[in-house]
């Protein structure tokens, strides 16, 4: 069994034994009425984002066939510099969704010749800088503060891919030969 195979099932078979353990508290708590009510929520929940999975990991696939892994490599490779810490940047900040819209695209990046500095960038720009937060963060917390948090969080992108790339890039061919498995 692949190495990948047996990450998979052992965080599948983590996440049965959390699932039967709440199982088991939510019953001590109310019975199989609120285990019923845990079960349907959980269901609406899934079906709700089935269609932003489904477009995530097809918009993935697309971003794989559609884009040349020479262009990849040259823009977002491990040789693209600052100038892809910088793409990725602005990539992680416009993207919009949560993470089932932004780990596949990444994901299919990273196979297809992006560098790990570039894939920490993009997954780090996407959770401190995603403009698409900016009216919900203006209007509850401010500008003052709004302002602050970019102002102190701007650097941590760029820097984290930097020095991904340069602690971890020589490990890059494991890391991809890891996701095939």
């Known amino acids: 069994m692949s190495k990948k195979k047996k990450n998979s099932n052992y965080i599948l ?3 049965g034994l959390v699932t039967l353990g709440l199982a088991y508290i939510t019953w001590q708590k109310g019975g199989i009425d609120l285990i019923l009510q845990g ?3 959980g269901g609406s929940l899934l079906l709700k984002e089935i269609p932003l999975l489904v477009a995530a990991f097809l918009t993935a696939g697309l971003l794989q066939a559609l884009v040349k892994k020479e262009a990849i490599e040259r823009w977002l490779g491990s040789e693209s510099g600052w100038r892809g810490l910088a793409l990725a940047c602005v990539g992680g900040a ?4 949560g993470p089932y ?3 596949p695209i990444a994901g299919a990046l990273l196979s297809s010749g992006a560098g790990i500095g570039v894939l920490i960038a993009f997954v780090t720009a996407k959770n401190l800088w995603s403009v698409s937060r900016l009216p919900m963060e203006f209007a509850l917390l401010g500008t003052e503060v709004t302002l602050i948090r970019y102002a102190i969080t701007f650097l941590f992108p ?3 891919g930097f020095l991904a790339e340069n602690f971890f890039g020589n490990h890059l061919e494991r ?4 996701m095939k498995q």
């Open 94 to 97: 416009l993207i919009p969704g």
């Open 158 to 160: 760029p820097l984290l």
């Open 39 to 41: 079960l349907q929520g």
């Open 101 to 103: 819209a932004y780990y």
């Open 13 to 15: 078979y983590i996440l």
């Open 175 to 178: 890391i991809r030969e890891a």
